[in-house]
């Protein structure tokens, strides 16, 4: 006499199988989701960067300084909330911001909306008044610090980059 066995269900090896495929799978989609985020705030940083750049080298064509100079503009001192208005604002000859174009504020302005960092979406700035390097050195230098987010802005070279500090990797600096 043969007995038949009913089987309801799964055996341990079998449930453990498809959870083994299911955890492989989850990690595929997780590391395939996480490399695409970096990879949009990289760019997304790149050009806020290359327009962050380029308000500032407009900037100068028309000031022929770049914004905080500590000899030449109105912003010496370079005080943050100055440097965005004069970025989003109209400016006269000085750099002195106005939210009316006039006939003496007639320059500008050079950004719709000031562009924020990516990773840590802050629009903060720190401007650097003493140092001139080119863009590699002082981006190097900002990356070894412990940037808390934002810019990092030197007036006398007109360079900017991410204020990230060693927190993040070095592709989120922008340059």
Known sequence: ?????????????????????????????????????????EETMKSNVAVFREAIDLY???????????VKDWNKAGKPSNFHRQMTEFTDVTGKPSTKKTTKFKYGPYLRKFPEESVTKSTAIYVDKINERIQSKMAATVAKGTGSGGWYYEAKSGNVCANLGKAYPIEYAGY
């Open 60 to 70: 100068r064509a028309d000031h022929g300084w770049y914004p905080c100079d500590p």
């Open 1 to 41: 006499m043969r007995f038949i066995r009913n089987r309801r269900g799964f055996s341990l090896a079998e449930i453990l199988i498809v959870l083994g495929i299911m955890g492989i799978l989850a990690t595929v989609v997780v590391i395939n989701f996480a490399g695409s985020d970096t990879g949009a705030k």
